[in-house]
């Protein structure tokens, strides 16, 4: 008899063993599933998740400053194109009817031109300011909209963005002559002596467009790596993003 309750308090301590060792597994495999390891790939870690964000605005930050940059980037792209300033549409209105639409034309592709000259710096200025994203960061923007990583970027460098994004686009607006254009029209038009006098600063308006351009461009390229396997062009945006397909 002693040997037989030996034998049974043995069976049952392997089996106890068994069933935690049971659960440990299980625990195991639930966590690496929220972790996007599935099909038996590596567990995504939170420092994969990290790297891998840093990676995709990187690769989308280059791609959208090379975009906006070249030639005719902002001008024939309608999305971002910089439009003659709305506030003063009487302007344009008054100088197009004294037949003045070439000179209108002109400024609106100088506008751009500036904007396209200024966007030569938007990637550098963007990857600075990616390799301060946190963990935390990382990990609600994996959770977020398609364009989370974008709005993360532009909620925490807007003032940054404009405040080295302006003297650049001051520097672009007198090398391609803006005020050369501007200039005529609104004198033009301040001539009239019944019209309220007209006087935006092209310099903040060229640059709060050149800006929203960019994040315009950044949030398609976010989108791309998002949904668009082949857009991942590395081992760790394949692994981030390629768990989200799952």
Same mark, same amino acid.
């Given at each position: 008899?002693?040997?037989?309750? /030996?034998?049974?308090?043995?069976?049952?301590?392997?089996?106890?063993?068994?069933?935690?060792? $049971?659960? +440990?597994?299980?625990?195991?495999?639930?966590?690496?599933?929220?972790?996007?390891?599935?099909?038996? #790939?590596?567990?995504?870690?939170?420092?994969? !998740?990290?790297?891998?964000?840093?990676?995709?605005? #990187?690769?989308?930050?280059?791609?959208?400053?090379?975009?906006?940059?070249?030639?005719?980037?902002?001008?024939?792209?309608?999305?971002?194109? !910089?439009? $003659?300033?709305?506030?003063?549409?009487?302007?344009?209105?008054?100088?197009?009817?004294?037949?003045?639409?070439?000179?209108?034309?002109? $400024? &609106? +592709?100088?506008?751009? *031109?500036?904007?396209?000259?200024?966007?030569?710096?938007? %990637?550098?200025? $963007? +990857?600075?300011?990616?390799?301060?994203?946190?963990?935390?960061?990382?990990?609600?923007?994996?959770?977020?909209?398609?364009?989370?990583?974008?709005?993360?970027?532009?909620?925490?460098?807007?003032?940054?963005?404009?405040?080295?994004?302006?003297?650049?686009?001051?520097?672009?607006?007198?090398?391609?002559?803006?005020?050369?254009?501007?200039?005529?029209?609104?004198?033009?038009?301040?001539?009239?002596?019944?019209?309220?006098?007209?006087?935006?600063?092209?310099?903040?308006?060229?640059?709060?467009?050149?800006?929203?351009? &960019?994040? !315009?461009?950044?949030? %398609?390229?976010?989108?791309? /790596? *998002?949904?668009?396997?082949?857009? *991942?062009?590395?081992? &760790?945006?394949?692994?981030?993003?390629?768990?989200?397909?799952?």
């Amino acid at each position: 008899m002693k040997v037989k309750a /030996i034998i049974a308090v043995a069976l049952m301590c392997i089996s106890a063993g068994a069933f935690a060792q $049971f659960n +440990l597994n299980k625990a195991r495999q639930d966590a690496s599933g929220l972790l996007g390891n599935k099909g038996g #790939s590596a567990p995504l870690s939170n420092d994969d !998740i990290v790297k891998g964000l840093k990676d995709a605005l #990187s690769v989308g930050s280059k791609n959208a400053g090379a975009s906006a940059s070249k030639t005719d980037g902002f001008y024939k792209d309608s999305l971002i194109k !910089i439009p $003659f300033p709305p506030d003063a549409e009487k302007v344009r209105q008054t100088a197009v009817d004294l037949g003045m639409q070439k000179q209108v034309d002109d $400024f &609106i +592709l100088s506008m751009n *031109r500036a904007a396209e000259k200024a966007a030569v710096k938007a %990637a550098t200025i $963007f +990857l600075n300011a990616v390799m301060s994203m946190s963990i935390d960061d990382g990990l609600n923007i994996l959770k977020g909209p398609d364009n989370a990583a974008t709005q993360y970027l532009q909620s925490k460098t807007q003032q940054q963005l404009h405040d080295a994004f302006l003297p650049i686009v001051k520097a672009a607006v007198d090398s391609v002559q803006v005020t050369k254009y501007w200039a005529p029209l609104v004198n033009t038009y301040n001539k009239d002596p019944f019209v309220k006098k007209v006087n935006p600063d092209l310099n903040e308006y060229v640059t709060q467009k050149a800006l929203s351009g &960019i994040f !315009i461009l950044l949030a %398609a390229e976010e989108l791309k /790596i *998002r949904k668009n396997p082949m857009a *991942r062009v590395d081992d &760790i945006l394949k692994k981030v993003f390629g768990s989200l397909d799952k």
